[in-house]
């Protein structure tokens, strides 16, 4: 069996959402794992402050989980919109939890460059039913540090939730935002699972929504597969949809486990 995975931080809920939702339609991907994404009931915020249901409205995807980080305060949104990660899927979504492996969902949290070390992380899972069994898929937002390579106590947090929650299962897909580059001791430890791109990525930003130059060589969007799973192709275009860059890979599983 075969699927496709697409894996991206959409900036703020999609400040470039004409572009990126004309991107997701023509990926056709049939798993997306998205980060800083927004959900509210509220109709009168702007798309991207309702990612999830302008998403509902605008693509093919039955099936959505949302996990929120923070409840946002934006000058526009006054608290009705949330912001978190997303999981959708043209398969049914089973199950579903979220791991804030570091520090807890809020309402107090305001989103600034300032503050980004006090955002909440998080760790999504849902299990996805698929023709063959179950798809344990996991979405990662991590803790924000400029250094790519420091290995702090939020960082092992982190790295202590992947191990913890994805050893010994069967068909795992992870990916997301880790912030962090791939040469981190964060992920050097993760020994059951590996990276569809390695470190053969100079960097996952867009280099024309950043200013500082140091985003030029970090590659912090990442992907990982259990080995019970095949990559047939994979993909990160340069494309301005985002300030990052999006990983995309055709995946074929086999049907000898089932979660």
Same mark, same amino acid.
């Given at each position: 069996?075969?699927?496709?995975?697409?894996?991206?931080?959409?900036?703020?809920?999609?400040?470039?959402?004409?572009?990126?939702?004309?991107?997701?339609?023509?990926?056709?991907?049939?798993?997306?794992?998205?980060?800083?994404?927004?959900?509210?009931?509220?109709?009168?915020?702007?798309?991207?402050?309702?990612?999830?249901?302008?998403?509902?409205?605008?693509?093919?995807?039955?099936?959505?989980?949302?996990?929120?980080?923070?409840?946002?305060?934006?000058?526009?949104?006054?608290?009705?919109? =949330?912001?978190?990660?997303?999981?959708?899927?043209?398969?049914?979504? *089973?199950?579903?939890?979220?791991? =804030?492996?570091?520090?807890?969902?809020?309402?107090?949290?305001?989103?600034?460059?300032?503050?980004?070390?006090?955002?909440?992380?998080?760790?999504?899972?849902?299990?996805?039913?698929?023709?063959?069994?179950?798809?344990?898929?996991?979405?990662?937002?991590?803790?924000?540090?400029?250094?790519?390579?420091?290995?702090?106590?939020?960082?092992?947090?982190?790295?202590?939730?992947?191990?913890?929650?994805?050893?010994?299962?069967?068909?795992?897909?992870?990916?997301?935002?880790?912030?962090?580059?791939?040469?981190?001791?964060?992920?050097?430890?993760?020994?059951?699972?590996?990276?569809?791109?390695?470190?053969?990525?100079?960097?996952?930003?867009?280099?024309?929504?950043?200013?500082?130059?140091? =985003?030029?060589?970090?590659?912090?969007?990442?992907?990982?597969?259990?080995?019970?799973?095949?990559?047939?192709?994979?993909?990160?275009?340069?494309?301005?949809?985002?300030?990052? *860059?999006?990983?995309?890979?055709?995946?074929?599983?086999?049907?000898?486990?089932?979660?």
């Amino acid at each position: 069996m075969q699927l496709k995975i697409l894996s991206l931080n959409v900036e703020h809920g999609g400040v470039l959402m004409q572009p990126l939702v004309n991107f997701i339609r023509e990926t056709d991907a049939d798993i997306l794992l998205l980060q800083e994404v927004h959900s509210s009931s509220d109709r009168s915020l702007e798309p991207r402050l309702r990612t999830m249901q302008y998403f509902a409205e605008k693509l093919d995807y039955t099936f959505a989980s949302f996990a929120p980080q923070y409840r946002d305060f934006d000058n526009t949104s006054s608290g009705t919109s =949330y912001s978190g990660n997303a999981i959708l899927s043209r398969m049914p979504i *089973l199950e579903t939890k979220a791991h =804030y492996y570091h520090l807890p969902y809020t309402e107090t949290y305001r989103d600034s460059f300032e503050t980004a070390a006090s955002c909440p992380d998080m760790l999504q899972q849902c299990l996805v039913q698929t023709s063959i069994g179950g798809v344990n898929v996991f979405n990662l937002h991590g803790p924000w540090d400029l250094n790519g390579e420091h290995y702090g106590d939020a960082r092992q947090k982190m790295s202590d939730a992947i191990i913890t929650v994805t050893t010994d299962l069967p068909r795992v897909i992870l990916g997301g935002d880790t912030n962090a580059k791939p040469t981190n001791e964060a992920f050097t430890r993760i020994a059951h699972l590996w990276s569809v791109f390695g470190d053969e990525l100079p960097t996952t930003f867009n280099m024309k929504r950043k200013e500082l130059p140091g =985003y030029a060589t970090a590659a912090v969007d990442m992907l990982w597969l259990s080995p019970d799973i095949h990559v047939i192709s994979k993909d990160c275009p340069s494309v301005n949809i985002s300030d990052h *860059l999006p990983l995309i890979a055709t995946i074929r599983m086999d049907t000898d486990k089932t979660p």
